[in-house]
């Protein structure tokens, strides 16, 4: 195959060089002329060729994933040509990402040395200096971009940020007013300048920006407001009242003079008025609910700090709740603050139920009330009320919070503790449809695993497994998962090692937990370890206070291939008496022959 010809390279190399790192730019090539290419700085025109050649190879291998070719290649070329910015800047990258960054550092002072005009390169070492927090050279860098290109008001906010680090009050107003070249006047500029005035202990002109704010805008009642919070703040509270009491002679019902004069009863002592006026905010519909929630939270604030009697702030709710009985927020408050408080559960619930009605798709106040109905039932089975009551509560939830898990899971979990089987596979069928990478791993865990309980008692095996191995994916140690899994495979006689190997887990999880010690005892006898599996069958017996019957018989089919057809004999004895879970006609079989049967 024919290599291209040099001319043909190098147009190449122009074309993309030139405008994915704005490294030298070719001139156009025209038929009737040749034009001769230009020679990198300090280096030959051989040189500069084979720069040309490996650095496209650096870029081709960084493209290709080949990182460690990547940068062995731009090694090269830098040695090539110690005068190339590009590869200075791009080797910087390497090393920064090595965490060598004092090497990287000195590569991007030597690429923004090199070409001063290039900003990517500038911002790149300006945005290094800002990490390592060198803030003096940052700021350089930072004023540096912006004389080249003095419409970046991003430049400008990072240079207000770096000279407040070095409380440099006259830089921070000098680059705000460049802002404000830029953008035009505003109210955040202005607020601004006021901040820094304040930083700088400017009161007069921290006073006076204000004032002038508020003179440019006669007719907004806002900025007159401000002033007066800006006085009362400094200890001015005549003039502060005196704004005020204009403004809500103007507007009566302004919420932001309101709360200011509301502000100022308070700081003032003026306990009567302040009464008065926070009712006034807190009970008309007028008020906005933004403005009302910071009074009400003001009033528990105080509340607590004197160590209140809290009937009083349920009271005010209540009456706040009346007052605009369609607004969700003020209940949901009220919710909060009863948890706060300590409150029971009768006279939360009600609340929670208030809240809903008024706003259905309020996830929170659901998922609390089916925790307030499951604390002090976390052991199975549930009541039939209880999961009567979890059912009513989680199924409007798929309508009105379709993508939330937890609905699915306790709505399918009720169920499932009812017995209907049926439902609760078609709960946890369509919860596991919303699964996604944020959902929460334990409740994804748990449907799994209970769906995997669910079709092994329906006889679906193979379905149940594929349940099981899913729910481990999301959580490996899932003990219940892996207790079941393992129990079904011995049953089965089926992958007794991976059985064997889960059950394990369980036992080093839960040393006294009979029933794992139950199933580690089994599976052991069903790979015919009669020994080792004796040892587990007899702690188990020990920590068993109930002594089920399934348990009973599994120790006296192990005692009996240890030999000790007595021991046997009682316990199937004793299993055949409870007759709960096991094959009557087998036990009694077994009694009469005094040793093992399958069948």
Known sequence: MRKPAARLLLLFLALFLG????????????????????????????????????????VSEQNAGHYDAAFDLLNHCVSINPHA??????????????????????????????????????????????????????TDAYEKLYVAHSDRTDVLNILIQLYQQRKDYDNMLRCINRIEQVEGESEAITMSKMRVYEL?????????????????????????????????????QKEAFALFTEALKEEPDNSYAQGSMYDYYRA???????????????LSNKTPMQTKMVVIRQVIADNEQVRGDSTEVLSLMDRMIKASPKDADVVELKVAYMQLKNMPRSEIDPALHHLLSL???????????????????????????????????????????????????????????KDDNDRALDTFRKGVSEINDQSNPDIVSDFYAIMGDILHQKGLSQEAYAAYDSCLQWKPDNISCLNNYAYYLSEK???????????LKTVKAEPKNATYLDTYAWILFMEKRYTEAKIYIDQALQNDSVLSDVVLEHAGDIHAMNNEPESAVKYWTEALK????????LLRKKIKLRRYVKE
């Not at 700088?200 to 007159?224: C, F």
């Not at 706003?359 to 009567?388: E, F, H, Y």
């Not at 991976?498 to 059950?503: F, G, I, V, W, Y």
């Not at 409870?578 to 006609?585: F, I, T």
Request: with cysteine; proline share 4%; charged share 25%.
């Open 85 to 138: 910015a590009e590869a200075y800047f791009m080797r910087a990258l390497y090393l920064s990402e090595l965490k060598r960054d004092t090497l990287a550092l000195d590569d991007l002072q030597k690429a923004a040395s090199l070409r001063p005009d290039n900003d990517t390169y500038l911002e790149r070492l300006a945005q290094f200096y800002l990490n390592g927090q060198n803030y003096g050279k940052a």
């Open 19 to 58: 405008e994915s790192f704005s490294v030298h730019a070719y001139p156009a090539r025209k038929a009737e002329r040749k034009v001769a290419r230009p020679v990198l700085q300090g280096i030959s025109q051989s040189d500069s060729l084979r720069f040309d050649y490996f650095f496209l190879q650096a």
């Open 493 to 503: 006689g089926e992958q007794l090692q991976k059985a064997e190997a889960m059950s």
């Open 200 to 236: 700088k202990g400017d009161k007069k002109n921290a006073l006076r920006t204000l004032q002038n704010l508020a003179k440019e805008h006669p007719n907004d009642l806002n900025y007159k407001i401000m002033m007066g919070n800006w006085l009362m703040q400094h200890q001015q």
């Open 268 to 282: 003032n002592g003026m306990r009567q008025e302040a009464v008065a006026l926070r009712d006034k905010i807190l």
């Open 578 to 585: 409870k007759n709960k879970d096991v094959d009557e006609a």
């Open 359 to 417: 706003a259905p798709d309020n996830a929170g106040a659901r998922l609390q009330l089916v925790q307030n109905a499951l604390k002090g039932n976390a052991i199975s089975p549930w009541p039939k009320n209880l999961c009567d009551s979890v059912i009513e509560i989680c199924k409007p939830a798929l309508q009105y919070n379709p993508d939330e898990m937890a609905f699915y899971y306790y709505l399918g979990l009720a169920y499932f503790m």
